[in-house]
């Protein structure tokens, strides 16, 4: 596969404007100016943990501001957003005795507080919290988990920034206590492309490496838009243009990023910009089973699938290709919105390309049919063989630092570490000298169910804000303020801290992962396990490392095996994991700055060995969901901003031009229903009602668009995925009418 770059390309240039001056761009110079205005007092403190640390923020991975597929700076805007999490000092305490004032400001100001100082805890009737010492703090939380039946306690984790030490000590101390309750961000991100994943090729991550986008002949992103989410992929994508790759999008939306973006650290994109995609694909939101069917059935019947590698390493292909026969064009067309001959055009590109890697992110799992929708992808790259060679790959690519390895370290209801079934459970009690359950966990949203039907004693959550995350958050706010007990691990304070206790509610300050003493590791998309190193600096002198705060809340609720889950540091506990998750095997020799091995190798199911009972991969039959979609109705999808995860950074998307209230909607539907740009604007659905401005945006005519979280009371809870349940986000029915309606 050539991988020659041309010096200077014209033909992929964005615009001759220079700077693109006039465009809806990010502007990055300022965004380094105001991240030094941000981190000043600090900026030396902040300029080790750029140079020394690896980045909490996306899962691209990085060492320091460097990465392993390009020679050039690694650092984009998130990473400097989120420095200051890292960077400022503790608050001040008294502001936490006043929770309800607190809880009228918005995330953002509770996060520019500062840090949590120390313990402190809340009782019913109290107005807000106070000090509380650490010994006192855990032996009211380990008293309430021993008295606690283990059907009636959650842990939760985030993933922004843990490192997997915190998820492998975290769920051997659920797994202590007698339990598999413990679930973490992935269960709403990527939970449908581990599962197929596993079931179609028996691996459960991305089969390939960044750098089998560059030069290869056709990346294909679906429901994906690394422009917001991982910003440096684009200067990837940069150097995979110049060397001639082509880029096709399949997205409701022409994300203004994906057409066209600004590489600022590049000269010549920095100038002119580079157009990204060369094929634009506006399907319906929740069409993708409808349109990748309709493209696989062009690729076989004009005999364009690679035979003999169906033939010789596949199974399923029988079914799949009769279903295929069974469904009529005009059945894919109206699940898409796409008629065949566009099907026809991205099934060209995939028929002629000799290697390609597909790309695919929320837009394709966050459905209540996601598992189907990453069959279809899967069922596309296999009729090709696009998987475990050089250029070809299926890549699910993660939003935050710490999801890969959060179920890969066992931090998940449904899976031992290692991605091992809870069938496998003798295996890890005879590890570690005590009985692991082998009973489903409660999922994230399950654990939700079960505190607003007063079913939980102990909810633990480390990071993350269940009110911003779930959809519906009055159900979630009704059910955080059930649970007798709510313990919150953070760095600083989140808006479901400040839900009135049922009965005791506890705050437990975490150190970052450029604070522990020993040093972590994350896993990223590519599967690389990277050393990140304590950073010398300023310490938070009340907060703790989180695998610490685990482990002894398992310790004083089962004192008889306390010695089973204490660990000494982090080189103890990377040592277990290479003893239980054998992928991770080398993990227990990461000690210093740029340590690093990507387990699986470069390709995973190179060879076309594939580690299923067969040692063959699947295609799975999967029909088109039906269209919900009642007259005169619209599907909803929300998105994201100028933020991260649910952290919101700016009022106004830099890239769409759009504010947080905005309504994407398409031109000519604002024509019909008489709304020009900024016109108030009411959504309804049978959950809830949102308020927002209409936004005309090239979307595919019926859908429309919403920031997340703010359009979470639009989702209707009960959807979810039936093998991964994971929440739908995507698709909401809603009818839209003016305020004064
Ligand atoms: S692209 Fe992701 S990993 Fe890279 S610097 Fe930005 S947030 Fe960090």
């Known amino acids: 596969m050539a991988k020659r770059e041309k010096l200077i390309d014209p033909g992929n240039w964005a615009s001759l404007k220079p700077f693109g001056i006039g465009e809806n761009r990010p502007n990055n110079y300022a965004e380094l100016w105001r991240a030094a205005k941000e981190n000043r007092g600090r900026l030396r403190y902040a300029w080790r943990i750029l140079r020394q640390g690896t980045c909490d923020g996306c899962a691209l991975g990085t060492k320091g501001m460097h990465d392993w597929t390009m020679d050039e700076i690694h650092l984009c805007n998130i990473r400097l957003r989120l420095l200051r999490l890292n960077t400022m000092p503790a608050l001040d305490p008294a502001l936490l005795a006043d929770a309800a004032a607190l809880s009228r400001k918005s995330g953002a100001e509770l996060r520019e507080l500062g840090r949590l100082p120390y313990p402190m805890v809340r009782r019913r009737g109290e107005p807000g919290f106070t000090r509380i010492g650490w010994e006192e703090a855990l032996d009211l939380a380990g008293g309430a988990l021993r008295e606690a039946a283990p059907g009636r306690f959650g842990f939760y984790m985030t993933s922004r920034g843990e490192p997997n030490e915190n998820y492998f ?54 429901g994906s838009n690394v422009a917001n989410n ?80 169906v033939a010789d390493h596949t199974t399923g292909f029988g079914e799949t290709r009769d279903l295929l026969g069974r469904l009529s064009w005009e059945e894919l067309e109206t699940g898409c919105g796409l008629d065949s001959a ?61 999801v890969q390895g959060g179920a890969e370290m066992g931090a998940y209801a449904t899976v031992l570490p290692g991605g091992s079934p809870l069938a496998d459970a003798a295996r890890f009690s005879e590890l570690w000298g005590f009985e692991v359950p082998t009973a489903k966990g409660r999922t994230a949203p399950e654990m939700i169910d079960a505190a607003h039907d007063g079913e939980l004693d102990v909810l633990v959550s480390s990071g993350g804000n269940f009110l911003e995350v779930l959809p519906d958050p009055a159900y979630t706010r009704a059910a955080l303020s059930r649970a007798r007990l709510r313990v919150h691990i953070d760095i600083c304070v989140s808006g479901q801290m400040l839900v009135d206790p049922a009965e005791t509610v506890l705050l437990l300050p975490a150190q970052t992962r450029y604070e522990m003493v020993g040093g972590v590791t994350e896993t990223s998309t590519e599967r690389r396990v ?35 889950v204490r660990y000494e540091g982090t080189p103890q506990i990377r040592a277990e994991i290479a003893a239980a998750a054998p992928a991770y095997d080398g993990i227990q020799n990461l000690a210093r700055f740029g340590d690093q091995f990507q387990y699986g190798g470069p390709r995973l199911c190179a060879g076309w060995t594939f580690p299923t009972p067969d ?127």
């Open 530 to 564: 990277i050393f990140s190193p304590e950073v010398e600096g300023p310490r938070i002198e009340g907060a703790w490392p989180e695998w610490r705060i685990f482990t002894e809340l398992a310790a004083r609720a089962r004192p008889e095996i306390a010695d089973k």
């Open 615 to 741: 040692g063959k991969a699947r295609f799975s039959a999967v029909s088109p969901p039906p269209l919900r979609r009642a007259d005169g109705s619209y599907t909803v999808a929300t998105r994201r901003g100028k933020q991260f995860n649910s952290m919101v950074h700016e009022r106004k998307d830099s890239l769409t031009g759009a504010v947080r209230d905005a309504v994407l909607m398409n031109p000519a539907d604002a024509d019909r229903e008489g709304y020009s740009d900024g016109d108030p604007v009411v959504l309804s659905s049978a959950t809830g009602e949102m308020r927002g401005r209409v936004l005309r945006a090239p979307i595919a005519p019926g859908n429309l668009q919403v920031h997340w979280p703010e359009g979470e009371v639009l989702l209707d809870r009960s959807r979810r995925s039936p093998q991964a349940g994971i929440p739908d986000y995507k698709s909401a029915e809603v009818m839209i009418k003016h305020p004064s309606d």
């Open 230 to 309: 991982q910003p440096v992929a684009m200067k990837y994508l940069y150097h995979a243009k110049k060397a001639g790759t082509r880029i096709a999008v399949v997205n409701p939306y022409r994300e203004p990023g994906m057409e066209k973006y600004w590489v600022p650290s590049n000269v010549e994109s920095a100038v002119f910009g580079t157009r990204i995609a060369d094929a634009y694909f506006q399907i319906h939101t929740g069409g993708d089973v409808a349109f990748l069917t309709g493209v696989l059935k062009h690729l076989v019947e004009r005999g364009w699938a690679d035979e003999s590698f």
């Open 342 to 402: 566009e099907m026809l055009r991205l099934a060209t590109m995939i028929g002629q390309a000799r290697g390609a890697v597909f790309v695919w992110s929320m837009g394709i799992t966050q459905h209540e049919f996601g598992e189907d929708n990453v069959r279809a992808i899967v069922n596309l790259g296999l009729s090709k063989g696009f998987v475990g060679r050089e250029g070809c790959g299926l890549m699910p690519i993660r939003g935050h630092s710490g």
């Open 169 to 222: 000590a975290a769920q051997k101390a659920v797994r202590a206590l007698g339990s598999n309750s413990i679930d973490n961000a992935a269960r709403v991100c990527h939970s449908p492309s581990t599962v197929m994943l596993k079931e179609t090729l028996g691996v459960a991550a991305t089969t390939c490496s960044y750098e089998d986008w560059i030069g290869t002949d056709l990346i294909v992103f679906i």
